[in-house]
T-cell receptor
Framework: EAQVTQNPRYLITVTGKKLTVTCSQNMNHEYMSWYRQDPGLGLRQIYYSMNVEVTDKGDVPEGYKVSRKEKRNFPLILESPSPNQTSLYFC???????????????FGSGTRLTVV | SQKIEQNSEALNIQEGKTATLTCNYTNYSPAYLQWYRQDPGRGPVFLLLIRENEKEKRKERLKVTFDTTLKQSLFHITASQPADSATYLCALDRANDMRFGAGTRLTVKP
């Protein structure tokens, strides 16, 4: 089944304790992206990657890191989490070509992160 | 600053009617506009993409229009059903700079 897999689904952690949220896709998509979703603010882009070893900042990159060493994986790293990073996080992937058959962002199921 | 507004936070309609959702934007020139459906606790699901040079796009009971002069997109669901109840997000797409609206929560009552 074509999908984006995020882990974990739920995470409660303490301020300052480094964590990684994993994201993997099996559709050979070039493009991958991380979003956070907060009530009333909608989805905001954190980082995106157009291909292996190519990453760039989105709207709200502060406090986050990413890497794209393989095409299928795009982990999100919080080096020193703070309470204002409590949110629902989504990973998404797509083909780079909008004319490609089956184009459209495919989102993971989300990771609900609580930082206390 | 760039702004995306979806007409209302919530929209309630009766089954069988046409639901019309609005997406307005300012200070932005998207090459594409996309619509997604999101159910509670789940990731958004892609519905339709419309290009800046297209006026209208249809897919089954869904219809999207895109007016770059008015800076507005309309999303219609005809013959709505209770199963259409969800939050609908518009997204402005220019290269890989993709920005989402906050969404409109649609409830279709039997």
């Amino acid at each position: 089944e074509a999908q984006v897999t995020q882990n974990p689904r739920y995470l409660i952690t303490v301020t300052g304790k480094k964590l990684t949220v994993t994201c993997s896709q099996n559709m050979n998509h070039e493009y991958m992206s991380w979003y956070r979703q907060d009530p009333g603010l909608g989805l905001r882009q954190i980082y995106y990657s157009m291909n292996v070893e190519v990453t760039d900042k989105g709207d709200v990159p502060e406090g986050y890191k990413v890497s794209r060493k393989e095409k299928r994986n795009f982990p999100l790293i919080l080096e020193s989490p703070s309470p204002n990073q409590t949110s629902l996080y989504f990973c998404a992937s797509s083909f780079g070509d909008r004319d490609a058959v089956g184009y459209g962002y495919t989102f993971g199921s989300g990771t609900r992160l609580t930082v206390v | 600053s760039q702004k995306i507004e979806q007409n209302s936070e919530a929209l309630n309609i009766q089954e069988g009617k046409t639901a019309t959702l609005t997406c307005n934007y300012t200070n932005y020139s998207p090459a594409y506009l996309q619509w997604y459906r999101q159910d509670p606790g789940r990731g958004p699901v892609f519905l339709l993409l419309i290009r800046e040079n297209e006026k209208e796009k249809r897919k089954e009971r869904l219809k999207v229009t895109f007016d770059t002069t008015l800076k507005q997109s309309l999303f219609h669901i005809t013959a709505s059903q209770p199963a259409d109840s969800a939050t609908y997000l518009c997204a402005l797409d220019r290269a890989n700079d993709m920005r989402f609206g906050a969404g409109t929560r649609l409830t279709v009552k039997p």
